[in-house]
């Protein structure tokens, strides 16, 4: 079994829409991460959270929140989609001791038409 | 701020052959770590190979080695006897450890080196 699991892997939603990303682990890892690709730029940090009570804006959070409903649950939601969110998904986990070395899931694809 | 910068949006290498995959990357702190990450058609991000910057011995993890010029900024990825399952994306990566608030555990990637393995 995965690790680091992602729901959907595909999704295509119309702007103005809310929708929801959700990653679970089972790594045990206290450190998670959602980071955005688009081609050509490779990933970018969206959000990252130390613990369920501690969560951060990354590098481009605008249009984004997150919720840390548990140590192994980080989900993250587009309050009202547009078309330039259109891009791959990646939840990531770390773990304390080795915060340096991220895991990664198998990503969300997400179409904002 | 850091760069990485991949010049190599292309490779192809013959199976059992040995490539290389050139990075190099611009920061001023002495202390960071660079990694390898492979993306294949099923789009996971798999972690190949990490290096520490204050460790001089380049890291080795079974096929794949690493050549770290830290006095270039350089870090190239060397596969030897590649295989078919070898052919991906592959991502340099670096991560400053003492970056705080929004740079936070954030990893700088490169543009990434799409590389196939011919039968």
């Known amino acids: 079994d995965a690790d680091v699991t992602q729901t959907p892997r595909n999704r295509i939603t119309k702007t103005g829409k809310r929708i929801m990303l959700e990653c679970s682990q089972t790594k045990g890892h206290d450190r998670m991460y959602w980071y955005r690709q688009d081609p050509g730029l490779g990933l970018q940090l969206i959000y990252y959270s130390f613990d369920v009570k501690d969560i951060n804006k990354g590098e481009i959070s605008d249009g984004y929140s997150v919720s840390r409903q548990a140590q192994a649950k980080f989900s993250l939601s587009l309050e009202s989609a547009i078309p330039n969110q259109t891009a791959l998904y990646f939840c990531?986990?770390?773990?304390?001791?080795?915060?340096?070395?991220?895991?990664f899931g198998p990503g969300t694809r997400l179409l904002v038409l | 701020a850091q760069t990485v910068t991949q010049s190599q949006p292309e490779m192809s290498v013959q199976e059992a052959e040995t490539v290389t995959l050139s990075c190099t990357y611009d920061t001023s702190e002495s202390n960071y770590y660079l990694f390898w990450y492979k993306q294949p058609p099923s789009r996971q991000m798999i972690l190949v190979i990490r290096q520490e910057a204050y460790k001089q011995q380049n890291a080795t993890e079974n096929r794949f080695s690493v050549n770290f010029q830290k006095a270039a900024k350089s870090f190239s990825l060397k596969i030897s006897d590649s295989q078919l399952g070898d052919t991906a994306m592959y991502f340099c990566a670096f991560m400053n450890p003492n970056a705080g608030g929004t740079s936070y555990g954030k990893l700088t990637f490169g543009q990434g080196t799409i590389l196939t393995v011919h039968p």
């Open positions: 990531a986990t770390s773990d304390r001791l080795r915060p340096e070395t991220q895991y």
